[in-house]
């Protein structure tokens, strides 16, 4: 049970590529989330998913696509990369069936930086 | 008005005091609070859970004001392993699951 797995753990982007942040889960949650974190600041949402087939816009959703195909797999498609997308990006999932605690499962992380 | 506030800290704590700080929220109709722990560059855990009054799990002891809107994390006989952001996290009301991070506070255990 490896829980919430992210790759790359690190990448380094030229202006104006594009990549996948992936992200997977194997605890066959419901619920996946895209969260982004600058420096000195909370975790900022940017697409979630209530499953698979269903995703909706977070609190920054701008220059980001997501994809919901199966209950693992939750991708993250940033196209034109921009210098303002520099950040840590975490990805988690949780439970519905969870109502006692809501607890939210995080990846490692990954370590964007866009020159 | 952020809609989670946090003191950013530090904390300077030493090893075997208490610390307490708080976290305020704006919506007044939320109901379900956490306490995350992030270790530097890491992801954040759950610490704990607070959906009533409050919840003690051992040295930590979280507590619930409705009425001044705020939660609190107190952390007895600190250790140095305490030393990490804690991270004030409230679910929106009516979202379809969706939460709202404060920035963190800093705690920092010093021998």
């Known amino acids: 049970n490896a829980g919430v797995t992210q790759t790359p753990k690190f990448r380094i982007l030229k202006i104006g590529q594009s990549m996948t942040l992936q992200c997977t889960q194997d605890?066959?949650?419901?619920?996946m989330y895209w969260y982004r974190q600058d420096p000195g600041m909370g975790l900022k949402l940017i697409y979630y998913?209530?499953?698979?087939?269903?995703?909706d816009k977070g609190e920054v959703p701008n220059g980001y696509n997501v994809s919901r195909s199966t209950t693992e797999d939750f991708p993250l498609r940033l196209e034109l990369a921009a210098p303002s997308q520099t950040s840590v990006y975490f990805c988690?999932?949780?439970?519905?069936?969870?109502?006692?605690?809501?607890?939210?499962?995080f990846g490692p992380g990954t370590r964007l930086t866009v020159l | 008005r952020k809609e989670v506030e946090q003191d950013p800290g530090p904390f300077n704590v030493p090893e075997g005091a208490t610390v307490a700080f708080n976290c305020t929220y704006s919506?007044?109709?939320?109901?379900?609070f956490f306490w995350y722990r992030q270790d530097c560059r890491k992801e954040p855990k759950l610490l704990m859970s607070?959906?009533?009054s409050g919840n003690e799990d051992g040295r930590f002891t979280a507590q619930l004001n409705r009425a001044s809107q705020y939660i609190s994390l107190l952390i007895r006989d600190s250790k140095l392993s305490d030393s990490a952001t804690y991270l004030c996290?409230?679910?929106?009301?009516?979202?379809?699951?969706?939460?709202?991070f404060g920035a963190g506070t800093q705690v920092v255990v010093t021998p």
């Open positions: 919506n007044s109709a939320s109901q379900s």
């Open positions: 605890m066959n949650h419901n619920y």
């Open positions: 607070v959906y009533s």
């Open positions: 998913s209530v499953g698979a087939g269903i995703t």
């Open positions: 996290v409230v679910r929106i009301p009516d979202s379809w699951g969706k939460f709202q």
């Open positions: 988690a999932s949780r439970s519905l069936a969870d109502t006692s605690t809501d607890t939210q499962y």
